[in-house]
C-alpha cells in the first residue's frame, strides 16, 4: 500500500507508488529511509592505503592492519596486500542422483 495516496499498488522506492513517487513534490514529504543509504557510495568512497601488508591473510596480524584502516577512514584492502596463490585444496566434483519412483 502507498505510503501517500493509500492505494494497493506496486511499490517503487520510500514505499510509494510510481505515480506518487513521479512527483517531487509528494517524493520530498517521505525521506529516504536509512537502510538506503549504505555503503560508502562513490562520492565519499575511502582513501586507498598508503602501503600494502605482509600479513598472510586470516592472520591476527592481517587482522590488525584492517583495524587500523578502518579506523583511518581507508579502503580496507590495497591492491598488493598479501593473498593465498595456493589452490583451494576442496574439490567439488558434480553427482547425478537419480530417483526411483514406485510405481502404483
Known amino acids: 500500500m502507498c505510503r501517500h495516496c493509500q492505494e494497493d499498488r ?3 522506492a520510500r514505499d510509494l507508488c510510481r505515480r506518487c513517487f513521479d512527483q517531487p513534490d509528494i517524493r520530498a514529504l517521505y525521506p529516504v529511509a536509512p ?3 549504505r555503503g560508502v557510495g562513490r562520492h565519499n568512497a575511502p582513501t586507498p592505503p598508503a602501503e600494502p ?3 598472510a591473510p586470516g592472520s591476527a596480524a592481517k ?3 584492517l583495524a587500523a ?3 583511518a ?3 580496507l584492502f590495497h591492491p598488493r596486500d598479501e ?3 595456493a ?3 576442496v574439490v567439488i566434483e558434480p553427482v547425478r542422483v537419480s530417483v526411483e519412483r514406485d510405481a502404483a
Open 53 to 55: 601488508t605482509d600479513a
Open 35 to 37: 537502510h538506503g543509504r
Open 69 to 71: 584502516r578502518a579506523a
Open 10 to 12: 506496486y511499490l517503487f
Open 73 to 75: 577512514g581507508q579502503a
Open 87 to 89: 589452490p583451494c585444496p
Open 83 to 85: 593473498c593465498l596463490e
Open 63 to 65: 587482522l590488525q592492519v
